[in-house]
């Protein structure tokens, strides 16, 4: 998830018009509601308004007891070029002075191998535990596609080849088969989306024991068409749906038969609220995938995404005590992940929140 907004409807007017602590508060905000909801972990993929290190103060304060909330796995910012999905000053290309300058508020942005090296350097001495790339553009943005490869090779493998030798794993951004089938090959821990595959790249994750968190929630309305709720979202949001709403629908049949590790995330800043994790919960069930399935995914395979397997994931002796129900039966109520009963972590038991 993207934990440093408030309201998926005013995301991008927060990008800017807010201050870094505002984020940082509704990060705190974030931490709490999702705990409430039956997440006692969440992983914070890179800051969409945020360009500093927020989540990091968050997740440590939590870790202190200082205040409650899900326990965070972060990477504050993702590795991106100029005008990419990862720059969000791209909204103000039509003003180059001002989108140059708000262009470098993002540490991250840069470009050639050299820049991406210290990059990482930087994200890891700062307290990052994992490493995000964008590696494609996207559809939340402006003024880029999913099929762009937004990195050079060069800047790819410097990135990868970084975190590795500081004992960080790698995931990132990425739709199409020709970059995914790339990142395998240069040695990529995961991935995200990876919404446009075909079956030759789903058998190459397979063979390589990578993992996947397909995020299908951001694209449910196009995958499983709904035409008023595809009226709510961002106008180019919106248009690049509509343009590869059949690719999105032959990707899901590919994953969905697939024998891929599949993570369970959300990415969720244009449908739904970043703490609301439970609707992909109701996504996957739309798309065929067993209940078993998916709670397998956010529990026991998030755990090894998250490198906690030896802390959670499962209920076993030795463990923490992380356990949350729900009201609704899982295993036939597709928004029964909306409604959490009881959530514990750490062996404490905490406030649950349902769907509003």
């Known amino acids: ?42 992983r914070h993929t890179g800051g969409i308004t945020s360009n500093g290190y927020g989540v990091l103060d968050v997740k440590r304060a939590i870790e202190a007891g200082y205040i409650e909330g899900a326990r965070i796995v972060a990477s504050p910012l993702f590795m991106a070029s100029a005008g990419s999905h990862g720059d969000l000053s791209q909204g103000f290309a039509r ?72 004992g960080k794993t790698v995931t990132a951004h990425v739709y199409t088969n020709e970059l995914m089938q790339k990142l395998i090959r240069m040695g990529i821990d995961g991935m995200e989306h990876g919404s446009l595959m075909n079956e030759e790249t789903a058998a190459m994750i397979e063979e390589a024991g990578i993992y996947l968190v397909p995020t299908f929630c951001p694209y449910e309305e196009a995958v499983h068409y709904d035409a008023e709720k595809m009226k709510e979202k961002q106008p180019e949001f919106r248009q690049k749906l509509e343009y590869y709403k059949d690719m999105l629908r032959a990707g899901r049949e590919v994953i969905c038969h697939s024998k891929i590790r599949l993570g369970y995330g959300t990415d969720l800043v ?87």
């Open 1 to 42: 998830m993207h934990m440093d907004y408030y309201d998926w409807h005013t995301i991008r007017e927060e990008v800017y018009s807010q201050t870094e602590e505002a984020k940082t508060l509704a990060i705190v905000r974030c931490a709490k509601k999702a705990l409430q909801r039956g997440f006692t972990t969440v």
């Open 95 to 166: 003003n180059p002075v001002v989108s140059g300058l708000l262009q470098k508020l993002t540490p991250t942005i840069g470009c050639g191998k050299d820049f991406f090296i210290n990059a990482v350097r930087e994200q890891v001495k700062y307290g990052s535990d994992f490493i995000k790339i964008m590696a494609t553009g996207g559809f939340f943005t402006p003024y880029d596609n999913p099929i762009q490869q937004q990195l050079n090779d060069e800047e790819l493998q410097a990135i990868m080849t970084t975190a590795k030798e500081l």
């Open 270 to 356: 244009a449908n739904h609220q970043n703490y609301e994790s439970g609707y992909e919960y109701e996504a996957w069930m739309s798309s065929g995938m067993s209940p078993f399935a998916a709670l397998k995914a956010a529990s026991k395979t998030n755990s090894e995404i998250l490198q906690l397997e030896d802390q959670i994931g499962t209920l076993e002796i030795g463990k923490l005590a992380d356990i949350s129900a729900w009201r609704r039966d899982l295993m036939t109520d597709k928004k029964a992940l909306l409604d959490c009963a009881f959530v514990m972590k750490e062996g404490k038991s905490y406030p649950t929140e349902a769907v509003e």
